[in-house]
């Protein structure tokens, strides 16, 4: 990330539309006109399409379809944010990465964005797919030195907020399935991973990762991925603009946290999942200490876990795992992609 191509960037960005002089510039950067063109002709080389008018100046009239981090902070500063932000074309895992910066003892929070994971990570030991098909990996870390049993709350105030954060921004019906896959239309749009390093009751780190499928084309999928999961694209039947998403993404991380920080009342996150929810009433199986149960899924516990009833009629709290629809739904049955 470039610090002058960020503040370019963001006049750029808040002109909207408008010519920004590049004297404004030059004075922003505290550097020649000169400097401001050369810094300009780079932005240009990395995918900016920037307009120069004479006596006017410059607009910005298209973003780089790569990921750009100044482009994502850019956004992020001019909607009063910001966060360190490392970038990588390609990485093994942007949850491993986070681990590699927070080893050497980098200030929290941060967040790690590529395009293409070559060992991306899902729940439960499986592989995260991450092909570079246009889509996200994001991760973002933080030091709660809270109790580990929080970790599950942490996590679904984070994924409400992404539900929330892309739901609005794109005028979808997008649901959380417990503990963190976002569906749309029953199908898989994202998973969320999170990681802790737990030492002495505490949670001394979280890396909270997301997988969003953006941009791929579902109609290259093989059959059976293609009945389970799904893209933004598909959905909305056009391509989406990656670098804007991503800064929705992290500045919705970032609240889902503080809300966790601030202890917003529970009854908040309870509220949140009853909005964006796909499961309270719908029969499912789960793991529980060794056994496969069944059951109608009642509602959520304070602490983020989830009620199930079981055909006995007993009362499970499910605190970890994942759950699998059945019945009518066993055609969606969800998995990692
Ligand atoms: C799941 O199994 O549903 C969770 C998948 C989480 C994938 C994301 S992609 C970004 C981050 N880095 C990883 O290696 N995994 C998470």
Request: glycine letters at 8%; charged letters at 25%.
């Amino acid at each position: 990330m470039n610090a002058a191509d960020v503040v370019i960037i963001k006049a750029l960005l808040e002109s909207n539309g408008h010519y920004v002089s590049g004297n404004t510039l030059a004075r922003a950067l505290g550097i020649s006109r000169v400097g401001v063109c050369a810094r300009l002709e780079k932005l240009r080389e990395s995918g900016f399409l920037i307009e120069a008018v004479r006596h006017r100046g410059y607009r910005l009239k298209a973003e780089p379809l790569e990921l750009s981090a100044s482009l994502v902070q850019a956004y992020l500063e001019s909607w009063g944010q910001s966060m360190p932000i490392y970038h990588h074309e390609i990485i093994d895992s942007t949850n491993a990465e986070a681990e590699r910066v927070l080893t050497q003892g980098n200030d929290t929070p941060f967040s790690v964005i590529s395009q293409q994971q070559t060992s991306g990570r899902g729940r439960l030991g499986r592989v995260w797919h991450s092909p570079q098909e246009g889509n996200l990996y994001l991760s973002l870390a933080f030091k709660p030195q809270s109790h580990p049993t929080e970790m599950q709350s942490i996590t679904l105030w984070m994924g409400l907020s992404v539900c929330e954060a892309i739901a609005s921004e794109f005028d979808l019906d997008i649901r959380l399935k417990w503990p963190n896959d976002l569906l749309y239309n029953e199908k898989k749009l994202a998973g969320m991973l999170t990681e802790a390093k737990i030492e002495a009751d505490r949670m001394n780190t979280l890396i909270f990762g997301l997988g969003l499928n953006v941009n791929s084309d579902c109609s290259i999928w093989p059959e059976d991925l293609s009945k389970k999961a799904t893209s933004l694209s598909r959905a909305l039947g056009k391509e989406i603009s990656l670098n804007k998403l991503a800064a929705k993404l992290i500045a919705a991380c970032k609240t889902g946290y503080d809300a966790y920080l601030s202890q917003i009342t529970d009854d908040h996150l309870l509220e949140m999942w009853n909005r964006y929810d796909c499961l309270k009433g719908r029969e499912v199986t789960a793991d529980y200490r060794g056994d496969r149960i069944s059951g109608v899924v009642e509602g959520l516990e304070h602490d983020g876990s989830l009620m199930i009833k079981t055909s006995a009629g007993e009362k499970i709290i499910l605190r970890s795992g994942e759950v699998t629809l059945t019945g009518l739904q066993r055609e969606a049955k969800l998995t990692a992609t």
